[in-house]
């Protein structure tokens, strides 16, 4: 599974951005996704995940009531919709997708990662 993010970009507090994975080589519909975050000197942290079928959601306490993770398994691709932003919400987001029912909200539950996507939240 190849996994691409898009849809970060520069954004001023309160604003929103949704954030895509799209994946090739197999279809999602086999793994559960999620996605990640990573500040410069921080451990990478869960933001949101979701199961294989999309039935069933996690998120990190900082994204519950702002953030919203979901899927089209027809299209082959997970979004994150991400409103009300923050500047603490500036990272790098990567999504990930592994094997198996989910959701996954630990690291190491996942097989394949995206590249990554910058997202900066000016104050």
């Known amino acids: 599974v190849q996994l691409q993010a898009s849809g970060g970009g520069l954004v001023q507090a309160g604003g929103s951005l949704r954030l895509s994975c799209a994946a090739s080589?197999?279809?999602?519909?086999?793994?559960?996704m999620g996605w990640f975050r990573q500040a410069p000197g921080t451990e990478r942290e869960i933001v949101a995940a979701i199961s294989r079928s999309g039935g069933r959601t996690a998120y990190a306490d900082s994204a519950k009531g702002r953030f919203t993770i979901s899927r089209d398994n027809a299209k082959n691709t997970a979004y994150l919709q991400m409103n009300s932003l923050k500047p603490e919400d500036t990272s790098v987001y990567y999504c990930?997708?592994?094997?198996?029912?989910?959701?996954?909200?630990?690291?190491?539950?996942?097989?394949?990662w995206g590249q990554g996507t910058l997202v900066t939240v000016s104050s």
């Open positions: 080589g197999r279809t999602v519909s086999s793994t559960a």
């Open positions: 990930a997708a592994g094997y198996g029912t989910g959701p996954y909200i630990n690291y190491a539950s996942y097989d394949y």
